[in-house]
T-cell receptor, first 111, second 115 residues
């Protein structure tokens, strides 16, 4: 399975945009890029996913590099409630059910 | 909204006990999953079920079994609990379909301590 690399932690100021990077240099052509986040004392929560094109939803935007070897999750205006661990995960078409989870990035939001 | 409910937030059991962790989802999802989460190791898949009475081993099934008699309920069983099974256990559900990219919906977890 292709793996992802994320920074262990990042800090950002409240009400500013946040760009969370993810490297996946061994991604295959059929791997989807998924992002989840886990708030303290809760289970993980789906954020967004994409294949090739940039994606937007009410929570965030996903920017995917043209060569697909990296992607960036963008929180447009961070709030204190966005403090969480963010996981970038690849899901291959031959892994019917599984998501392979890494260690994620702990996002710290400063007031 | 999808609701995945795990029966206990915290549970303390003794070595050798048979332990049942229950998970119920209310959205008629075909797929259900059990993970454990340990510091530095992330989430690891124990078992999953793609439909009633169906089950497949994940990455770390040893010492665990599962039961899915009804669509909404997926139970994780520790046959004879050991201290190395002390962990956070997370249940998830998802709309079915083998190659579905639909999101997994998680419960809030059960923190299990084996003494």
């Amino acid at each position: 399975d292709a793996k992802t690399t994320q920074p262990n932690s990042m800090e950002s100021n409240e009400e500013e945009p946040v760009h969370l990077p993810c490297n996946h240099s061994t991604i295959s052509g059929t791997d989807y890029i998924h992002w989840y986040r886990q708030l303290p004392s809760q289970g993980p929560e789906y954020v967004i996913h994409g294949l090739t094109s940039n994606v937007n939803n009410r929570m965030a935007s996903l920017a995917i590099a043209e060569d697909r070897k990296s992607s960036t999750l963008i929180l447009h205006r961070a709030t204190l409630r966005d403090a969480a661990v963010y996981y970038c995960i690849l899901r291959g078409m031959d892994s019917n059910y599984q998501l392979i989870w890494g260690a994620g990035t702990k996002l710290i939001i400063k007031p | 909204d999808v609701k995945v409910t795990q029966s206990s937030r915290y549970l303390v059991k003794r070595t050798g006990e048979k332990v049942f962790l229950e998970c119920v989802q209310d959205m008629d999802h075909e797929n259900m999953f059990w993970y454990r989460q340990d510091p530095g190791l992330g989430l690891r898949l124990i078992y999953f079920s793609y439909d009633v009475k169906m089950k497949e081993k994940g990455d770390i099934p040893e010492g665990y079994s599962v039961s899915r008699e009804k669509k909404e309920r997926f139970s994780l069983i520790l046959e004879s609990a050991s201290t190395n099974q002390t962990s956070m256990y997370l249940c998830a559900s998802r709309v079915g379909g083998g190659n579905s990219n639909q999101p997994q919906h998680f419960g809030d977890g059960t923190r299990l301590s084996i003494l």
